[in-house]
């Protein structure tokens, strides 16, 4: 009789009831732009936001999702050791060994000339036993768990690609873009309101379609679910929260930082 066949107290014969276990998610977090529009200053992910880096909170956001065990951040080209420096400064959630919600990795890479380049960058250092994966701006550091934990019980529930959606508070117009800037642009065509949705980040993804889609697609598009439309796989949403806006414009930090304060206050500080 092999030792195998004789099984010890310890270890009953048979396993017990099966719990299906779900695969791991990992996020991928581009955080490589420079952030034009916000004007002139450090790269954008790494400007602060109440006196933390836009970044540390994005990453805060997605490692507070238990099921979330790794986080890959595309750092600014030349911005590597800093943005490494900056993780191992700050407190992550999920970062204790042992502190009971299953730890989370981190890993750095340096991004590229575009957002798709940069998310392509961060995919190229995924291990391979990460069957789901998150991409998140950086621009978006308020997404709340709850947004996030629901792209990634839709992406488990099948679904091959999922984008948080809100409906638009303004009515869109599709205009024929100006050649000089501030030109008056004549509108070709008034979208029904109600059917448009705009989009946010976390987007989550079956990870042989995400790989597969920055693979294969090289056209300009502005986010990675974009991509798998035109693999011709479907795409679903799920509600969008407003604090995972895009930290744009200037204005957007002032409104970043009052939805900080407000959460403040909330849980009585
Ligand atoms: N991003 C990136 N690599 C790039 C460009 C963008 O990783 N080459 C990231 C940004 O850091 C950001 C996200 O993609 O987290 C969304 O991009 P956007 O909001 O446009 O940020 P920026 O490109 O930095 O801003 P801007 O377009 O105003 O320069
Ligand atoms: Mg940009």
Same mark, same amino acid.
């Given at each position: 009789m092999s030792d195998e066949s004789r099984p010890?107290?310890?270890q009953p014969p048979f396993a017990p009831a099966a719990t299906p276990v779900a695969t791991p998610v990992a996020a991928?977090?581009?955080?490589?732009?420079?952030?034009?529009?916000?004007?002139?200053?450090?790269?954008?992910?790494?400007?602060?936001?109440?006196?933390?880096?836009?970044?540390?909170h994005?990453?805060?956001?997605?490692?507070?999702?238990?099921?979330?065990?790794?986080?890959?951040?595309?750092?600014?080209?030349d911005g590597s050791a800093e943005v490494k420096s900056l993780l191992d400064a700050h407190a992550l959630p999920g970062g204790t060994p042992g502190g009971g919600r299953g730890s989370t990795d981190f890993v750095v890479v340096p991004g590229g000339e575009s957002r798709q380049e940069s998310v392509r960058l961060g995919l190229a250092a995924l291990? !391979?036993?990460?069957? +789901?994966?998150?991409?998140?701006? #950086?621009?978006?550091?308020?997404? =709340?768990? &709850?947004? @996030?934990? $629901?792209?990634?019980?839709?992406?488990?529930?099948?679904?091959?690609?999922?984008?948080?959606a809100l409906p638009l508070a303004d009515t869109v117009k599709e205009v024929e873009p100006a050649t000089e800037p501030g030109a008056p642009e004549p509108v070709v065509a008034t979208p029904e309101r109600a059917r448009l949705r705009a989009v946010q980040t976390p987007q989550g993804f079956d990870r042989a379609t995400l790989?597969?889609?920055?693979?294969?697609?090289?056209?300009?598009?502005?986010?990675?679910?974009?991509?798998?439309?035109?693999?011709?796989? !479907?795409?679903?949403? +799920?509600?969008?929260?407003?604090? #995972?806006?895009?930290?744009?414009? =200037?204005? &957007?930090? @002032?409104? $970043?930082?009052?939805?900080?304060?407000?959460?403040?206050?909330?849980?009585?500080?």
């Open positions: 010890s107290p310890a991928v977090i581009p955080a490589a732009g420079r952030g034009v529009r916000l004007g002139p200053g450090a790269p954008k992910a790494l400007r602060a936001l109440n006196g933390t880096p836009m970044l540390i994005a990453v805060r956001a997605l490692a507070a999702s238990r099921h979330v065990s790794l986080v890959i951040v595309v750092a600014p080209p291990p !391979p036993e990460y069957g +789901v994966v998150l991409v998140h701006d #950086a621009a978006r550091p308020l997404v =709340p768990v &709850d947004t @996030v934990d $629901a792209v990634i019980e839709a992406v488990r529930d099948g679904a091959p690609a999922v984008v948080p790989l597969r889609a920055h693979e294969t697609v090289t056209d300009d598009v502005t986010d990675d679910a974009g991509m798998v439309e035109k693999l011709g796989l !479907p795409v679903v949403t +799920v509600p969008g929260h407003e604090e #995972a806006f895009k930290v744009t414009r =200037p204005l &957007d930090l @002032v409104l $970043a930082e009052a939805v900080l304060a407000r959460r403040r206050l909330n849980d009585g500080f």
